[in-house]
């Protein structure tokens, strides 16, 4: 993940540019004057989107520039490109409050969805009892019917979603069936 950043800045940047941004000036043979040693006479040059002096040996690349010239971590040298050159690579950081906000909706959520589970799983069981009671009163026994009605309230009382979820149960059991 970091490197695959760091390649993406990398590529994104021409080190040329960058080091003309951030104050270095190339004459017209393409050297410069070495920002990280004292010299008269430039001799750092740009070769394969390296940069590399004859006089104090230093080189790298794009990301080991801005860590040299600014004594920067290389995560600080990656943040600082893609903002100074608006990249668009790293996004904002949640701040705490951010992230505790986006905890909360996280456990919130997860509550709300094991609620919705538990109801469907009441849902499907008062439908099973339905179905059973119904199938021995339909077999003579009625004295079930006043609890059978009871159970109809019951299972009218479920939300509209709770019945869309048992359509969908049934449906999907129905498709089942009939595919295999
Ligand atoms: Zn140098």
Redo the contacts with the bound molecule.
């Keep these: 993940m970091k490197n695959d950043l760091a390649k993406k800045i990398t590529e994104a940047l021409k080190l040329r540019d960058v080091m003309e941004f951030y104050g270095v000036k190339f004459n017209g043979r393409g050297f410069a004057l070495?920002p990280?040693?004292d010299?008269k006479t430039a001799?750092?040059s740009i070769k394969n989107e390296h940069y590399k002096?004859f006089?104090?040996?230093?080189y790298g690349g794009v990301i080991d520039f801005v860590m040299k010239s600014y004594g920067i971590s290389f995560r600080q040298a990656l943040v600082k490109l893609d903002s100074d050159f608006h990249l668009g690579l790293i996004g904002k950081e949640p701040d705490y409050r951010t992230r505790q906000q986006m905890a909360e909706n996280r456990r919130i959520e997860k509550r709300y969805q094991e609620h919705q589970e538990e109801l469907h799983q009441n849902y499907l069981t008062l439908c099973t009892v339905h179905a059973v009671l119904f199938r021995r009163y339909c077999n003579g026994e009625e004295w079930l019917k006043d609890m059978i009605e009871k159970l109809d309230i019951l299972l009218d009382d479920f939300s509209g979603e709770e019945a869309r979820l048992w359509e969908m149960a049934t449906n999907k059991s129905h498709t089942q069936k009939t595919t295999s």
């Design positions: 070495c990280f040693h010299e001799s750092l002096c006089g104090c040996g230093a």
